[in-house]
């Protein structure tokens, strides 16, 4: 039985463990911090939304990510959201629709009665959207738990608060320490979000404001609870959120319903995006034979799986590099 330690655990980490206990390894997972939680993937929207994250991002993270939800469906059934995501611009901001439209595939043009359909809190503040219907979402703190729990029953080890762990007693390493990984061409893509509580809005899937500053989506957790999302500032620094950077998040927030200028706000964050410079993922064989998972960029929860099942046979076939 191949003895496998996998450093980190993020989304990267807990994924590529999943599969490597399917597969019949011993795996133990050593984590920096004292628990699950409190790193880049905790800090997500969960959002599995290939053909949205295609206006930005090459086709490669459609070919991996579109196989993310059937993923975290299967491996926590009862997870997964699937009622797509709605795009939406006011009318002033239609050409970020038109804009943002032509970059991608696979939505359908909607009406304001359609909006009205799929987001009743929406209805007569938007005339024209576009809805892509095959997207998906999940709570990231949920399904972080939720995998830890579920590889602790399958007798997946975690060491917490470790430092570096012996590597003896193992046949393979595999890194997937974010942006704390030392690797030359890696950076760091500062993500701020927060978490409002209103009961005065209702949304059934991830709404994403086209506006040419500040673009934003807010994904509906449990409890009307709403995750607002997200910065995309060139920094590995993961301090505080800046009052800049709050005030636009909640103004964006305020012009996509003005009940959320009531809102209570449970929570600020920030998170950093590990990014290869073509903001795609890599899954790296390394002299001295460890293997990384990183650079996952603004993609941990839609890649992972497919980065993971990359990484298992790269254990078990021993074959070239690869990534997304
Ligand atoms: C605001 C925000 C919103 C996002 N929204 C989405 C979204 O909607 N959908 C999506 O798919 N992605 C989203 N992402 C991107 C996603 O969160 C990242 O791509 C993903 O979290 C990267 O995962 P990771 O496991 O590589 O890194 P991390 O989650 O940072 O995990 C790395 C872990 O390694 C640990 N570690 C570091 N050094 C060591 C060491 N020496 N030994 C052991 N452990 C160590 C760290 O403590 C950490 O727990 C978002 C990111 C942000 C910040």
Redesign the pocket.
């Known amino acids: 039985m191949r003895r496998i330690l996998v450093?980190?655990?993020?989304?990267?980490?807990l994924t590529v463990a999943h599969e490597l206990a399917a597969r019949g390894a011993s795996v133990t997972v050593?984590?920096?911090?004292s628990q699950i939680g409190?790193?880049?993937?905790?800090?997500?929207?969960?959002?599995?939304?290939p053909w949205c994250e295609r206006e930005s991002a090459e086709e490669a993270v459609v070919t991996f990510g579109n196989v993310a939800a059937d993923w975290w469906e299967r491996a926590l059934p009862g997870l997964v959201t699937r009622a797509g995501t709605l795009v939406v611009a006011h009318t002033r901001d239609a050409f970020e629709l038109a804009r943002f439209a032509a970059r991608t595939r696979n939505y359908e043009c909607v009406d304001e009665k359609a909006v009205a359909a799929l987001e009743p809190d929406l209805a007569g503040r938007f005339h024209q959207g576009l809805f892509f219907g095959g997207e998906a979402?999940l709570d990231?703190r949920r399904a972080l738990e939720a995998l830890a729990g579920k590889l602790r029953a399958m007798g997946v080890v975690f060491l917490f608060e470790?430092g570096?762990?012996g590597l003896s007693g193992f046949d393979q390493v595999i890194d997937?320490?974010?942006?704390?990984?030392a690797d030359d061409d890696l950076r760091g893509m500062r993500?701020?979000?927060l978490i409002l509580h209103t009961r005065d809005v209702s949304l059934a899937r991830p709404v994403r404001l086209m506006h040419p500053r500040h673009p934003i989506y807010i994904?509906p957790r449990a409890d009307h609870h709403f995750m607002v999302?997200?910065t995309m500032i060139e920094s590995d620094h993961d301090g505080p959120i800046t009052a800049r950077s709050l005030m636009e998040l909640l103004n964006a927030a305020y012009a996509l319903h003005p009940a959320f200028g009531e809102a209570e706000i449970v929570e600020t964050?920030?998170?950093?995006?590990?990014a290869y410079p073509h903001n795609l993922p890599r899954v790296k064989r390394w002299k001295d034979g460890t293997i990384t998972?990183?650079g996952?960029?603004?993609?941990?929860?839609?890649?992972?799986p497919a980065m993971a099942e990359q990484a298992t046979s790269l254990v078990f076939n021993s074959s070239a590099d690869q990534g997304a």
């Open positions: 450093k980190g655990a993020g989304v990267a980490g050593a984590e920096i911090r409190g790193n880049a993937s905790w800090l997500a929207g969960g959002m599995l939304a979402h990231p470790t570096e762990v997937c320490t974010g942006i704390a990984r993500g701020e979000m994904v999302g997200a964050g920030v998170g950093v995006r590990p998972i990183n996952l960029y603004r993609h941990g929860f839609l890649l992972s």
